[in-house]
């Protein structure tokens, strides 16, 4: 089992930034590909970047690229997505993910979810 808590979330004006943490624990989280997903109210939970597990490799969704940052401290246990430039349809709850692989993962295909940290951007 991997144990995943993010926290960083809050209320921000359009055009700020945060910083989201996840923390893992119960396996060894340099075997894990790790993900960030958000879900918007009234709709699907949708996938927003992935890393993989030594970090050497990420990817993003089309309407983050430019904006977010995806990176991870393996001596931390920790995954971070670093948003800047924020606009009002980032709004959402921010999932970080894990899968037991050395692949990249930019599907749902994960295993182990975190409970989400809530993520508001006024206009």
């Given at each position: 089992?991997?144990?995943?808590?993010?926290?960083?979330?809050?209320?921000?004006?359009?055009?700020?930034?945060?910083?989201?943490?996840?923390?893992?624990?119960?396996?060894?989280?340099?075997?894990?590909?790790?993900g960030w997903f958000r879900q918007a109210p009234?709709?699907?939970?949708?996938?927003?970047?992935?890393?993989?597990?030594?970090?050497?490799?990420?990817?993003?969704?089309?309407?983050?690229?430019?904006?977010?940052?995806?990176s991870r401290s393996n001596a931390k246990n920790?995954?971070?997505?670093?948003?800047?430039?924020?606009?009002?349809?980032?709004?959402?709850?921010?999932?970080?993910?894990?899968?037991?692989t050395r692949m990249l993962v930019t599907t749902?295909?994960?295993?182990?979810?975190?409970?989400?940290?809530?993520?508001?951007?006024?206009?």
């Amino acid at each position: 089992q991997v144990q995943l808590v993010e926290s960083g979330g809050g209320l921000v004006q359009a055009g700020g930034s945060l910083r989201l943490s996840c923390a893992a624990s119960g396996r060894t989280f340099s075997n894990y590909a790790m993900g960030w997903f958000r879900q918007a109210p009234g709709k699907e939970r949708e996938f927003v970047a992935a890393i993989s597990w030594s970090g050497g490799i990420t990817y993003y969704v089309d309407s983050v690229k430019d904006r977010f940052t995806i990176s991870r401290s393996n001596a931390k246990n920790t995954v971070y997505l670093q948003m800047n430039s924020l606009k009002p349809e980032d709004t959402a709850v921010y999932y970080c993910a894990a899968k037991y692989t050395r692949m990249l993962v930019t599907t749902h295909a994960y295993d182990y979810w975190g409970q989400g940290t809530q993520v508001t951007v006024s206009s």
